[in-house]
């Protein structure tokens, strides 16, 4: 089997419109949480976001790109086109047809089913867009960088709600430790902030009102967010060969059904899917030094995702560190993990883990080792990042530092 590494990555999020600037703002503990700008918001009852405020399509597509492109395939589009570069990679010729496109996504172009829905039964509108499906398809994101980038290889798109981009980047991984490409772009794009998806998570009622406090007692909920994250896997030979840089190792991946609830977790289901991904990398599990936790900030997730940790790691549990970033940059649903996966590959290249954000007390049920508030230089050799869904889909990826 091959080994796979990670040798470019891309960012767009509300903390920045690439991946230095998300870097410098998620390494500082610095949340990127605030009103809501870029939708009305009159008719909603929860007024903030993550959003990728400043973003001007304009200035990365022409103009018959932005007729056809949903703003979680600009995104998409964005992340890849900065992996792509910062990897160095070209798929001119055979090496396109080596190559696999896997992008998540737990619901597409929601932007354009939003206006199209506005224009039918707000404006009394008898049309739509021309391009309505094309945008909105879960695929789109995937098919316009198969197209911009020339990969001819395996292509398709993972949709299993908040775990998508988990994944797709899992797929990605095995695919290429298969031998079954060189090569994968590979992560999530998802543009969540919409008049209906906001009101659809405000009936579930775990949304928080003023921020996003994971594992903190008190805490109120979840934050929606947006964005993308695009990484280049490769095989170990093929970028040796080129000479590319060389970020992390992907070493692992597992993932479960719970099989119990539509959205309530599953200790038992989440704690499969971990230890899945350390069988599947042959670790032990006082291997791991740091968790990005799925740290959702809802009641039940935080309490849920600890257990599992216990239940896998047992005193160990106790000795690494955990932090969500969602604290900083929202829960971006089908893109969330790939955002989590850049902050776990920028902290393991830096010595630095991010820390959780908002902070306030410690919960009782929740006592392993969160990183409050401020970041902690630490030597990050091992890590996993975790993702649950809706559903009870639970989807792990593990890196390791890469030793040569």
């Not at 949304?207 to 007692?217: E, G, L, Q």
Request: hydrophobic fraction near 40%.
């Amino acid at each position: 089997m091959n080994r796979v590494v990670i040798t470019g990555l891309g960012v767009i999020s509300a903390a920045g419109h690439n991946a230095a600037d998300f870097w410098n703002r998620v390494s500082k503990g610095q949340p990127s949480i605030g009103p809501i700008t870029t939708i009305p918001t009159g008719t909603l009852n929860v007024e903030i976001g993550a959003e990728v405020a400043g973003f001007e399509p304009a200035d990365y597509f022409d103009k018959r790109q932005l007729g056809i492109l949903d703003r979680f395939s600009q995104f998409g589009l964005v992340a890849a086109r900065e992996a792509v570069s910062d990897s160095g990679i070209s798929f001119d010729g055979e090496a396109g047809e080596r190559a696999a496109a896997i992008i998540g996504s737990g619901v597409g172009g929601q932007t354009t089913l939003d206006n199209s829905y506005y224009a039918i039964y707000a404006e009394n509108k008898t049309r739509v867009h021309p391009f309505t499906v094309p945008r909105l398809m879960i695929n789109a994101a995937t098919s316009h960088i198969t197209m911009e980038h020339g990969i001819t290889g395996p292509a398709y798109s993972v949709a299993s709600a908040c775990s998508s981009a988990n994944h797709a980047m899992g797929q990605s991984f095995l695919m290429v430790r298969s031998g079954m490409v060189e090569t994968a772009i590979t992560g999530g794009a998802e543009a969540t902030i919409t008049v209906g998806t906001m009101k659809g998570w405000e009936a579930l009622r775990v949304m928080a009102n003023d921020t996003c406090r994971p594992f903190s007692k008190g805490r109120t909920g979840m934050v929606l967010g947006e964005g993308a994250a695009v990484f280049v896997f490769e095989t170990l030979e093929n970028a040796k060969a080129r000479g590319a840089k060389i970020y992390a190792e992907v070493v692992g991946h597992g993932l479960s059904s719970d099989a119990m609830d539509i959205t309530l977790p599953d200790a038992n289901g989440a704690a499969r899917a971990i230890g899945g991904a350390l069988k599947d990398a042959g670790l032990n599990p006082e291997d791991v030094d740091y968790v990005n936790a799925h740290g959702t900030g809802t009641a039940a997730n935080d309490v849920t995702e600890t257990r599992a940790l216990k239940q896998v790691f047992g005193d160990h549990a106790s000795k690494f560190a955990v932090s969500s970033t969602k604290s900083m940059i929202g829960h971006a649903l089908g893109g969330a993990g790939a955002l989590e996966l850049a902050a776990v590959v920028l902290g393991m290249r830096d010595g630095i883990a991010p820390p959780t954000a908002n902070y306030q007390e410690p919960d009782p049920e929740c006592d392993l080792d969160y990183i409050p508030n401020e970041a902690r230089e630490m030597e990050i050799n091992v890590a996993i990042s975790n993702s649950f869904a809706f559903g009870g889909l639970n989807a792990v990826v593990a890196l390791r530092k890469f030793d040569g």
